[in-house]
């Protein structure tokens, strides 16, 4: 009964495992191959998962009996939040790098929750509100923990446009969120509405491959660096096909707001990776972080 009555707050851990591991390993396939390579592949990989796994639990590979209104919200939450926001964030982090691209897309939860209430007509109660500060408030603790990484002079002015495409990622992942979950209306499967936000995503993804005559790059790249195919399926596997779908269990399922912020702490839950498998070394204040976010996340399971 507990893991019913909160199965879009357990949803949305989840999904945040989910893309802790996917980031792992799209960090070690984007070193080998590129991000660009990366963030294709990993959408054409998810819509063939995805099919699949809508054949066999649903009895096709996509969702024919979906209304209009479901392919309309939910193909449009696909491009902000899986085309334009992870485009935006992806050149986030290579004008400011991912500890301050991380930084700002923490910010996503409140925007979720300033637009669901205007969208949406959803309300948080005022100790929602304060978890959701609390949380955000650990979260910012563990990515400011370092200093902001030094960058060449030459590229010092795409420091505010990096900030700004950061912000933009942030919104356009609470957007996508949003809009998802009107899609989801009236109980619609999950797993049908994954599949109509990631082919539409990766529909659009790779017309404009096509148009910029890149659809190739890929294949080639992939060729070139065989060692990058494994981590680069077990990202797609874990990222855009469970962890997504899971983010739409998560928004059908609870706020968008209380979603959104369990949905935003991969940051934190990267810590112990960064510690034993990259070797890094972890301050106080990450520590610190970690437990406040902790908390937070507390907080929003107590309260009802």
């Known amino acids: ?3 019913l009555a909160y199965l879009g707050e357990i949803a949305a851990l989840g999904t945040s495992f989910c893309w802790t591991t996917t980031a792992s390993f799209f960090a070690v396939a984007s070193r080998r191959v590129g991000s660009v390579t990366v963030n294709r592949t990993r959408l054409l990989l998810a819509v063939v998962f995805l099919t699949l796994t809508h054949w066999i639990l649903r009895g096709s590979p996509i969702p024919i009996a979906a209304h209009a209104s479901h392919w309309f919200w939910l193909g449009i939450s696909g491009v902000i939040g899986l085309v334009v926001g992870d485009a935006l964030l992806f050149q986030a982090f290579v004008w400011v790098g991912p500890r301050l691209g991380m930084l700002m897309m923490s910010l996503a939860p409140i925007i979720a929750a300033l637009v669901a209430r205007f969208f ?8 929602q509100w304060l978890a959701i500060l609390v949380t955000l408030f650990g979260v910012a603790l563990v990515i400011l923990d370092r200093r902001r990484p030094k960058l060449p002079e030459s590229e010092e002015s795409h420091y505010v446009k990096g900030i700004l495409f950061g ?3 942030a919104a356009g992942q609470a957007i996508g969120l949003v809009l998802a979950k009107r899609g989801l209306e009236g109980d619609f499967n999950a797993l049908s509405g994954n599949v109509i936000r990631m082919l539409t995503a990766t529909s ?11 659809a ?8 070139a660096d065989r060692k990058a195919m494994l981590p680069l399926f077990l990202g797609a596997l874990t990222g855009p096909y469970i962890g997504v779908w899971l983010s739409l ?4 399922k609870t706020e968008v ?5 369990l949905m935003a702490l991969p940051p934190v839950f990267l810590l112990p990776i960064g510690r034993f498998v990259f070797k890094e070394s972890i301050g106080y204040q990450a520590v610190l972080g970690t437990i406040v976010a902790v908390a937070g996340v507390a907080m929003l399971f107590l309260v009802t």
């Open 249 to 252: 269990i998560a928004v059908q």
């Open 167 to 169: 912000l933009g990622a």
């Open 216 to 223: 190739g790059e890929p294949l080639r790249r992939l060729r």
């Open 204 to 214: 659009v993804t790779w017309i404009l491959a096509v148009a910029m005559r890149q």
């Open 257 to 261: 707001g209380v979603a959104s912020t």
């Open 120 to 127: 949406l007509g959803e309300s948080l109660l005022p100790l």
């Open 1 to 3: 009964m507990f893991g």
